[in-house]
């Protein structure tokens, strides 16, 4: 573990009680703010248009900065967001775009109102550009954001915020991706908050300085402005909305917003069972050379109208692998807004008061400077989102209400591939870099009456999108050969994860070899785990062909599908290096689709069979995967599919190891669902639990262990999705868990972990002390 620098500490934000921040500020710094009595005496017409003119101001914002901004990382991916925020920093209304950036945008302002306020101050006209993750704003150095204050009749009013993932920011790796790091200083230098703008006008000194870091100057420049830019919008837009409105009525709707908010989370939140649910992943290698797995785990409690949630037991912080509180943070509202508050305006300075974080300092997704932590956010931060998501989604599945809500997991991981070299085509040879944003296109997981989306993007951003290939290949000097969905990578289950895809690329334009700096997980032990004995997604997987024809096969005519058509040495790439792409060579990824939900042998065999028609699943996987027979026209052989269904609930049931003794069985009728497959029956010591599907009793009382069937076996058990060679990756086993009901066979619980993986399949009986619900 690397230790604290002295005096880093003061670099440090955490959220802060509005009244104690407020009553430290400096008589220098006049705020303004309104009482009880004026937020209750609004009326509610005025109340609905004003939140909507406050929506269209953080609306514009993101269109202003989409316009100036030359990144495909903003103008195609949708990887920013932005903020209004009241006159102490809480978040009244975000963007819909990277949701992760929110947990951490008002951090910053916190930080600024604390250590700024008197030395250089705060004034009207000021910005501040800060990248510092210790701080806030964002998730990782390359998580850049300039926001400003607004001031109002010469009183501090509020902030805007405009925050964008920067290309690279300087630092040893590409990107600012250093595989290697053991710490920060690696990295891209972090800058907590700098004043950028004084008085309306951009400072050339500090600008020089933040673009002078970066291998594509340009382009940072360029998103600076563009970021100033957004402000400058969002601030005039402000103005006019408290000039026809008035400050006080402006104000009072801006609190209210975040009132309603809390409440609004708060009342769902009581009529959700009270209740402790536990989820554990692990991320596969922590820097280039290591091979061992490191482990998040989180507790989630519920009690009435708040959670907490408790990542104590989490690893302690390794490689780069890292994020900061702010990204811990960034995880957790990953998976909240959208399984939470899907039907609530994100106003997250009032949701974030709905719940509390524990985390022992000096994890992995709790660093303590100097971690390196250019892999927060599409590392633990989002294997923390992930695991938030499983228990939030199997908290929901017990309530009928908002069972539309719950979902397994979705892509499991982001995969990274920066690539950099220089670019020939013009009539003078220029540098690139970019990250390959084609990952957007990740599978989303299965819901308990939907299969999960196709290639349809990230959880993390709701309007992201994946670039156009065409647009690909005008910007860098690179042939894409192929971009597909992939058959076969969504989950299995009753309903089915999303599929991912795949892309392949190699050099044209350039004679030099382009250099490429990979970062991803999800390769040894899926991080898209399914739910309610569904199965996980497809393990992703990038490789090099070496030595290949494919300047033969292009010259023939043909465009290669597969990488075993242009001969060569496939190389597999590890989970964290730098390497190269020659001319004549190409680089694959393959990505991750989205978990399944339910046990597979349960879902509809003309499901299955539209599945193979529509290329989402391989006709020869259909019988091992979901148990489902296709006759000659593709059409589902009824017969057959339940006769090979039964031969493989006997399998289950002979390889399995349980309890063993006489099976009772009990009227589940009047039972109350847990999950697809698991209900209870009865109220306090004396409740039990049962298989939904035959009755068979599994538990019974509050504190016990389910009686139910353990298989363990190969990973690649799990199915075709699983990738064969995890050992090639770290040098812990990884298996194939299964748990299914004694009676009917029926999969309870399915993973693909590590051997040494210690379940929770007592949560099921645990969640029932709260007899009343």
Not at 352 to 380: H, K, Y
Not at 593 to 601: A, E, F, S, V
Not at 683 to 696: I, K, L
Not at 754 to 766: E, G, K, L, Y
């Amino acid at each position: 573990m690397a230790m604290a620098v002295p005096g880093s500490e003061r670099f440090s934000s955490r959220p802060v009680d509005p009244a104690t921040l407020a009553g430290s500020l400096p008589a220098s710094l006049p705020v303004h703010t309104v009482t009880q009595d004026q937020i209750d005496a609004l009326d509610p017409l005025t109340y609905e248009v004003v939140r909507h003119r406050l929506w269209s101001v953080t609306d514009e914002m993101g269109e202003a900065l989409k316009r100036m901004s030359g990144s495909p990382i903003v103008t195609d991916a949708n990887d920013f967001d932005f903020a209004v925020s009241d006159e102490l920093g809480q978040e009244v209304q975000v963007g819909l775009y990277n949701t992760m950036l929110v947990g951490a945008v008002d951090l910053a302002i916190y930080w600024t109102l604390q250590h700024r306020a008197t030395n250089p101050g705060i004034a009207e006209g000021d910005m501040f550009l800060c990248n510092d993750p210790w701080v806030g704003g964002g998730l990782h150095q390359n998580d850049a954001m300039v926001y400003q204050p607004v001031f109002w009749d010469g009183k501090l009013f509020g902030w805007t915020s405009a925050i964008a993932h920067q290309p690279d920011l300087g630092g040893v790796g590409l990107g600012s991706f250093s595989p290697a790091a053991q710490d920060v200083f690696s990295e891209s230098l972090p800058t907590p908050p700098t004043k950028v703008v004084r008085d309306g006008l951009l400072q050339d000194d500090v600008a020089d300085m933040w673009v002078r870091r970066s291998r594509v100057p340009l382009m940072i420049g360029l998103d600076l402005r563009a970021k100033v830019g957004a402000n400058t919008v969002g601030r005039d837009r402000l103005l006019a909305v408290i000039a026809q409105y008035g400050a006080d009525t402006v104000k009072a709707v801006m609190k209210r917003m975040m009132t309603d908010a809390e409440s609004r989370l708060r009342g769902k939140l009581r009529g959700l069972p009270n209740g402790t649910w536990r989820a554990t992943g692990y991320q596969d290698q922590s820097h280039t050379g290591d091979r061992n797995l490191h482990k998040i785990t989180v507790a989630m409690s519920k009690d009435d109208d708040h959670l907490t949630f408790d990542f104590t037991g989490t690893d302690p912080q390794t490689g780069v692998i890292n994020c900061t509180y702010a990204g811990m943070r960034g995880g957790v509202m990953l998976a909240l807004l959208p399984l939470l508050a899907g039907d609530i305006p994100w106003s997250a300075g009032g949701l974030m008061r709905c719940f509390d974080l524990v985390a022992e300092e000096g994890t992995i997704n709790n660093a303590s400077f100097p971690a390196a932590v250019s892999r927060g956010p599409i590392g633990p931060a989002w294997l923390t989102g992930n695991l938030v998501a499983e228990c939030l989604s199997q908290m929901l599945d017990r309530s009928p209400e908002p069972g539309m809500h719950v979902q397994a997991t979705c892509c499991g991981t982001w995969d990274t591939a920066v690539i950099a070299g220089l670019d020939e085509r013009g009539p003078v040879p220029n540098p690139f870099l970019s990250i390959m944003m084609d990952p957007m296109a990740g599978g989303y997981g299965a819901q308990p009456e939907a299969d999960g989306m196709d290639t349809g993007g990230l959880f993390c951003i709701p309007m992201g999108r994946v670039p156009d290939v065409e647009m690909t290949e005008f910007l860098y000097p690179v042939l894409a050969l192929w971009r597909r969905e992939e058959p076969d990578s969504g989950g299995p289950g009753r309903r089915r994860g999303g599929v991912s895809a795949s892309m392949a690329i190699t050099p044209h334009g350039t004679s030099f070899p382009i250099g490429l700096v990979l970062a991803s997980a999800g390769k040894a032990v899926s991080q898209n785990n399914g739910l309610a004995g569904g199965y996980p997604g497809n393990t992703g997987v990038e490789r090099i062909a070496r030595g290949s024809d494919l300047s033969a096969v292009l010259a023939d005519g043909r465009l290669p599908a597969d990488l075993d058509e242009i001969g060569g040495e496939q190389e597999t790439c590890p989970c964290y290096g730098e390497t190269y792409v020659a001319p004549g060579e190409v680089f694959t990824m393959f990505w991750q689709g989205g978990g399944g939900y339910g046990d597979p042998l349960t879902r509809d065999p003309e499901d299955v069979a539209r599945d193979v028609r529509e290329l989402k699943v391989g006709a020869e996987n259909a019988p091992a995967a979901y148990g489902v027979v296709l006759d000659g026209s593709g059409a589902p052989d009824l017969a057959a599919t339940e006769r090979l269904r039964g031969e493989m609930r006997d399998a289950r049931r002979s390889r399995g190891v349980s309890g063993g003794g006489e099976r009772a069985t009990i009227d589940v009728s009047g039972g109350r669902r847990l999950d697809d497959n698991l209900v209870a029956v009865g109220a306090g010591a004396d409740q039990q639990v049962a298989c939904r599907h035959c009755a068979t009793l599994l538990g019974t009382g509050t504190e016990g262990a389910l009686d139910l069937v353990r298989y363990e076996g190969p990973a690649t058990d799990a199915g075709p999705q699983i990738a064969p060679d995890a050992d090639f990756y770290v040098d812990q086993a990884v298996q194939f868990r299964q748990y299914c009901c004694p009676g009917c066979s029926t999969a309870i619980s399915t993973a693909v972990v590590p051997v040494d993986h210690v379940d929770d399949i007592t949560r099921a009986s645990r969640v029932l002390a709260d007899a009343g619900r």
